[in-house]
């Protein structure tokens, strides 16, 4: 087995590990990005779609192969409907441009990421698909390696001076960080899922539409003007084919009362667990985790991806500082690391869980719970202090660019 090295070994080439490639290219650091999965999978496995106004903005420019102001569509608020028990419906409309002076973009995670994959391979990067990572040794010392299968079956081993593991929430570099005695992290399940369709219709609302209904939850997104994606609350143990397509169009429109929903024929379907997670660790010695290595959020705030490319901002500042500088440069970058993605981290999953507490109906909810909902519902759209905390959350927060 040869021992090939490099500067940063990044492992996942979803949206945390191709941005953070670009960030250090630009500051001159070399870096190869490993995946398991064959290009065709990455580039087309459905995934979420909104991208806040801060990380559209730096995604356009990565190359010049970026789609996202073009075939992405700027959406400036969000449609938060939701009924009493005695059925009378409300459709309310949070504007982010009124309450914040931003906008979020739609534009699906799957684009993003052809988009990007075009981009690295354009400026050269060494990005290998079909790459197996079993482990990561050495972190405590400054050649970390990371160990695998190469695309053609070869084991392999890769030194480098820092690795990041961006390989989503199985992560294979994780154990590294994390110590086996703290593998896991700061958890909680919930006790319903989404059911995802996407289906070719035209658009059913012209933006996003969060609907809590005495039913349970829906969302009415979009994909494009013939595609339409949308979900519903469902049990976790739902089996997506279990139900027929005339059923699934009764679910939805009995939860979006008000809202005519244009049906069409759905080719995929998917049930969609969802937690909320932060591993213990985010660094340790030569490693850390980004993205979903590091956290994940539930979908109702649409906040992972764009926590991710948060994530990265950081790091690549920390990573500069540690590789750049004379004398192997200064760790107080990458030392503050942690605890400076830690606090976006945590606001994006307070948010999260609230955006989910707010609109999802527990399978154990009473009549308190319930309306207490309704009064927490009402308290968001009738003031403007309440709306704004949406509006800002899910448009973004500044990045934090200082460690
Ligand atoms: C989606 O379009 O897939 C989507 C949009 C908003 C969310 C989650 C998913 O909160």
């Known amino acids: 087995m040869t021992t090939e090295r490099t500067r940063v070994a990044i492992v996942g080439a979803g949206p945390a590990g191709l941005v953070l490639s670009h960030l250090l290219a630009e500051e001159g650091i070399e870096s190869v990005i490993l995946d398991s999965r064959s290009r065709e999978e990455i580039e087309g496995t459905i995934r979420a779609g909104i991208l806040e106004q801060g990380a559209a903005e730096l995604l356009a420019t990565i190359g010049g192969t970026s789609r996202v102001h073009t075939t992405g569509e700027r959406h400036e608020g969000i449609g938060l409907h939701f009924a009493s028990p005695a059925g009378d419906g409300e459709a309310h409309r949070i504007d982010f441009q009124a309450l914040t002076g931003r906008s979020v973009w739609l534009y699906p995670q799957h684009e993003v990421l052809i988009d990007l994959i075009a981009a690295r391979l354009g400026a050269g990067q060494d990005l290998r698909f079909g790459t197996t990572v079993d482990r990561v040794e050495g972190v405590e010392t400054d050649r970390p390696r990371v160990l695998g299968t190469?695309?053609?079956?070869?084991?392999?081993?890769?030194?480098?001076?820092?690795?990041?593991?961006?390989?989503?929430?199985?992560?294979?570099?994780?154990?590294?960080?994390?110590?086996?005695?703290?593998?896991?992290?700061?958890?909680?399940?919930?006790?319903?899922?989404?059911?995802g369709i996407l289906c070719e219709a035209p658009p059913s609302s012209a933006e996003l539409i969060y609907s809590n209904s005495p039913h349970g939850f829906a969302l009415i997104s979009q994909r494009s003007p013939t595609v339409q994606r949308m979900y519903f609350q469902c049990d976790p143990h739902d089996d997506p084919h279990a139900i027929s397509e005339a059923e699934i169009w009764d679910v939805l429109q009995s939860r979006t009362p008000g809202v005519e929903l244009r049906e069409g024929p759905i080719f995929q379907r998917d049930v969609l667990r969802f937690r909320s997670f932060v591993s213990h660790e985010l660094r340790r010695g030569r490693a850390a985790l980004v993205g979903d290595a590091a956290h994940t959020v539930p979908p109702t705030g649409a906040k992972g991806m764009n926590l991710a490319i948060a994530d990265v901002i950081l790091l690549s500042r920390a990573l500069s500082e540690l590789l750049l500088g004379a004398n192997g440069g200064s760790e107080?970058?990458?030392?503050?690391?942690?605890?400076?993605?830690?606090?976006?981290?945590?606001?994006?999953?307070?948010?999260?869980?609230?955006?989910?507490?707010?609109?999802?109906?527990?399978?154990?909810?009473?009549?308190?719970?319930?309306l207490r909902q309704l009064g927490e519902l009402r308290s968001v759209v009738e003031s403007e202090a309440g709306s704004r905390y949406l509006a800002e959350a899910y448009t973004g927060w500044p990045y934090r660019t200082e460690l």
């Open 150 to 195: 190469t695309a053609e079956g070869e084991p392999f081993e890769l030194e480098a001076e820092f690795v990041v593991g961006a390989d989503g929430s199985r992560s294979a570099v994780r154990p590294a960080v994390t110590g086996p005695s703290r593998e896991g992290g700061y958890f909680r399940e919930y006790p319903f899922a989404w059911f």
């Open 332 to 370: 107080r970058g990458i030392d503050a690391y942690a605890a400076a993605a830690s606090q976006r981290i945590w606001n994006a999953q307070h948010f999260s869980w609230w955006m989910t507490s707010l609109l999802h109906l527990t399978p154990d909810a009473s009549d308190f719970d319930r």
